[in-house]
């Protein structure tokens, strides 16, 4: 069984490297074992199509230097809060027994972030019930309940839980999320429409954030995430 230290499940393939692939660099540089489930092909984005971003994810996750990325095909757009896609979600938490999750934000521009979310943070708590049966490869999985469930902040402005100083990997990030040519500018990019995410502006914006967060603890650059459950650390010093 491969497991890993850190998972996130973010519905659409370039979530994650928006929304935390500093801190998922800075994880794999200390020796942790980091993954993302996608849990949708981005199917319904604008530009690309669901080969092209299949083809940008891996090559994002190889940048990153992932354990593993591996994509769920839960429905863009449509997928709800449900049993079906809870299983799935259950299957992949407990195949990959990981100590942190990190999900989508709880509530964004994108209807499907925070919808994703709920589905996640459902699954998160399922995963542990026994009763509750799955299988991988035919064999039945046994129950996982990760211990901590993060949420990275992504479009709206929202108030971050914790900071994590990712200075160190600013332009590795930059490079991952250009990775997905057909989703953000790309002057290469002609033959299909300009969208929210693809003007040079989105960019520029996603920095900003990262420098405002990584100003208040006194880093050039910070990603933010929020908890549900009061965090602790183990010494005063941890603080910063
Ligand atoms: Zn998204």
Redesign the pocket.
């Given at each position: 069984m491969l497991k890993l230290d850190i998972l996130v499940l973010?519905?659409?393939p370039?979530?994650a490297e928006?929304g935390c692939s500093g801190t998922i660099l800075k994880h794999i540089a200390e020796g942790k074992k980091v993954g993302i489930v996608d849990l949708t092909q981005?199917e319904l984005g604008t530009r690309g199509s669901v080969e092209i971003r299949a083809a940008e994810a891996a090559a994002a996750a190889k940048i990153l230097g992932l354990t593993v990325r591996e994509n769920l095909g839960i429905p863009d757009g449509f997928f709800q809060n449900a049993k079906e896609y809870q299983l799935k979600v259950i299957a992949a938490i407990r195949k990959y027994q990981p100590e942190i999750i990190i999900a989508?934000a709880y509530h964004?521009r994108?209807p499907?972030?925070g919808r994703a979310n709920e589905l996640v943070e459902a699954a998160v708590f399922l995963s542990g019930l026994r009763k509750i049966e799955t299988f991988d490869d035919g064999k039945a999985q046994q129950e996982w309940r990760p211990s901590i469930l993060l949420h990275f902040i992504?479009d709206r402005y929202i108030k971050p839980d914790i900071l994590i100083d990712v200075t160190e990997y600013w332009d590795k990030k930059i490079e991952s999320i250009h990775a997905y040519g057909s989703q953000f500018y790309n002057p290469g990019w002609q033959d299909e429409p300009e969208t929210y995410i693809s003007s040079p502006d989105f960019i520029q914006v996603v920095e900003a954030r990262a420098r405002e967060f990584g100003k208040s603890i006194g880093a050039k650059y910070a990603e933010g995430f929020t908890s549900r459950k009061i965090l602790g650390v183990n010494s005063l010093f941890d603080l910063r």
């Open positions: 973010s519905v659409h370039d979530d928006l981005g989508n964004d994108h499907d972030h992504q």
